[in-house]
């Protein structure tokens, strides 16, 4: 498995931006599946957004559409989340995961396929 170390979060106002990181280690990441969740005081984790191993397919929460942007740098073993027109709803710890795959465009959404977690970065959005 690989390790995965979240950087970034922070306090934003309402309508900021925010740029999340995952410096991944450990193992191939090029053939390694990536998603972001986030996890609210008080509520369960939940699917934020996903990328694939190749071929960079991603796939977002609805509620995120639009204003959030999955991307990762093979060459730098890293992905990322920009995160623009936030809302106080936004307001969660932030956690990358991963999962090694063969499945060229499969994102995955479920937490359960993925098996590697970072210790997650709090973002805060102040209304």
């Known amino acids: 498995q690989v390790q995965l170390v979240e950087s970034g979060g922070g306090l934003v106002q309402a309508g900021g931006s925010l740029r999340l990181s995952c410096a991944v280690s450990g193992g191939t990441f090029s053939f390694y599946a990536m998603g972001w969740f986030r996890q609210a005081s008080g509520k369960e984790r939940e699917f934020v957004a996903g990328i694939s191993f190749s071929v960079g397919t991603t796939d977002y929460r609805d509620s995120v559409k639009g204003r959030f942007t999955i991307s990762r740098d093979n060459a730098k073993n890293a992905v990322y989340l920009q995160m623009n027109s936030l809302n106080p709803e936004g307001t969660a710890v932030y956690y990358c995961?991963?999962?090694?795959?063969?499945?060229?465009?499969?994102?995955?959404?479920?937490?359960?396929?993925?098996?590697?977690w970072g210790q997650g970065t709090q973002v805060t959005v102040s209304s």
């Open positions: 995961a991963g999962v090694r795959t063969f499945i060229v465009r499969q994102v995955f959404t479920a937490r359960d396929q993925y098996s590697s």
